[in-house]
């Protein structure tokens, strides 16, 4: 599947991967902050901004599958650095495990390695389904915005709380349903954390209720040699949240890489 991305700067490549319902313009601050020095990838995830979204569920082995075909697209046939938030993380997770010669670099932002519980599963399915009777995202952004922010930034920033609302009502019930059976369906990946063999750095939000640091640290232990960074002042969307923070770890990082 051909996907919408951005593709801007020198250097070497790096490719972020969004979460969930979100899209590309998650990353702005990042081009904006990094994207001098780094050439900074980020497609829409099918079922994603200006993405298509195919009829009927999707897979997170698909979703990486589309980001590979995205790389050919562009000739990349070098390793990456990949990044992924939380979904994306999901995405990334797969795609390293599947082609771990297209990465030379893994940033894990928000993310978990662990397939749902039951429970969860369900949920995202009684989401999936009032998504559908809706026929729009909206359900899954009444139910997703509480969750993502830190307290400053929900009570206290309005205006960085708007542009992440607006790029989730403007997905489309059948890409949003789409990807929660996609979350749904994914498999525990707990198992190939070892096998990582990329210098990896795990980020989390110190405030981040969806994916806590307590679960981003036992990611960092799971990976030989990954290091840990929370991020203060944000929660589920550090990146994007507290940017200057974030962007200077991750600058960090990958000048460590080069
Ligand atoms: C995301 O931000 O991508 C989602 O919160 C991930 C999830 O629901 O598991």
Redesign the pocket.
Known sequence: MRLAYTDEGPGPAVVLLH??PLGREMWKEQVAGIGSMYRVIAPDLRGHGDSPAPEGDYTIDEMADDVVELLDTLGLDDPIVLGGL??GGYVALSLVARYPERVRGLLLMDTRAAADSPEAAEKREELARAVLAAGHSGPAVEA?IPRLFARVTLEGRPERVAPIRELMESNTARGVVGALRA?ASRPDRRADLAAIRQPTLVMVGEEDV?TPPAEAQDLADAIAGARLEVIPAAG?LAPYENHAVANAVLLRFLDGLR
């Open positions: 979460g969930f939380s979904m997703m979350m969806v589920h």
